[in-house]
């Protein structure tokens, strides 16, 4: 009898399954056609991650590439300037300083003290191109190219102010060598009253 009891049940969930009207309770239904197009999906994402860290990490190498040549090129501007600046110092020392103090308007006394302040101008100048040379050349400061490019910056507003100073001061000695030659005039002219 068991066993008539055990058939029965089993032909009616049969029908009730052939029929398409059964429903499943409280179990999940998988579609295996869509777990493996899943699951192929999830490996085809984690291949184009992978690929999409290789590309970050090699762009941020080349970031790096590129900020290291531009720090380079900004060193060689800073260089640039610098030599520039230091050209235009020995410029006017050769030859305004000259005809500064070979002017007769300008007192033996003060030779003394105008070649003073045009050297100390001209040291400081030599040694701050001294100190790059040691920056560029010596590994003992190890400095990154960023700080290196700081420093070259500095250096460069340096030699820039004296320029400014050392023309400031060849025109201010122009204008008393005009004042004295004026003074000159005035005092040896002729009257004819």
């Not at 590439?65 to 260089?79: E, T």
């Not at 005809?99 to 302040?117: A, G, M, Y």
Request: no cysteine; glycine share 2%; net charge positive.
């Amino acid at each position: 009898m068991k066993h008539i009891i055990k058939k029965t049940m089993l032909s009616v969930l049969f029908a009730i399954v052939m029929n398409g009207h059964a429903m499943a309770q409280g179990m999940p239904v998988y579609d295996n056609t869509n777990f493996i197009s899943l699951t192929k999906s999830l490996v085809e994402t984690a291949k184009q991650t992978s690929q999409l860290l290789k590309t970050v990490d090699f762009l941020k190498q080349q970031k790096e590439n590129i900020d290291k040549v531009n720090n380079v090129i900004k060193q060689l501007k800073a260089i640039r300037e610098l030599t520039k600046n230091n050209q235009r110092l020995y410029e006017v020392v050769q030859n305004d300083l000259r005809q500064i103090l070979n002017s007769p308007f300008i007192k033996p006394d003060e030779v003394t003290r105008i070649s003073d302040s045009f050297d100390a101008i001209l040291q400081n100048s030599i040694e701050g191109m001294e100190y790059i040379d040691q920056i560029l050349s010596s590994d003992n400061l190890k400095m990154t190219d960023a700080e290196r490019t700081e420093v070259l910056k500095k250096q460069e507003l340096q030699s820039k102010e004296m320029v400014a100073e050392i023309e400031a001061k060849t025109r201010r000695y122009r204008e008393i060598i005009a004042f004295r030659e004026m003074q000159h005039t005035i005092n040896n002219r002729e009257t004819n009253y």
